[in-house]
């Protein structure tokens, strides 16, 4: 019986070890008004403080932010509404957006 407790004992802590490792990488896409360069330093600066991110990219003429990393769309949409910008999901973005 102490021969199989130990061996689930071990088995759960390589269990919590492989969920811990495990870091989901999500590529989130945003459409964001990208109209001049302080509200390009604002959003680089307030996406910088997500934790977990690998990458991230603006793109100008697009009117795009793409953040790569273990982070959500909702983070990407409340750090950006920080600093007074729209966003919407990518794949739901019309062609223009309100200005800020």
Known sequence: MAAIEANYKELREAILFLKESCVMTNVVEMKVNLH????IRKILKAIKKIEDIEAYDVDTQLNKVTVTGNVTDEQVIKVLQKVRKTAV????????????
């Open 36 to 39: 001049c360069d302080e509200c």
């Open 89 to 100: 999901k990518w794949d739901q973005a019309n062609q223009t957006l309100f200005p800020n």
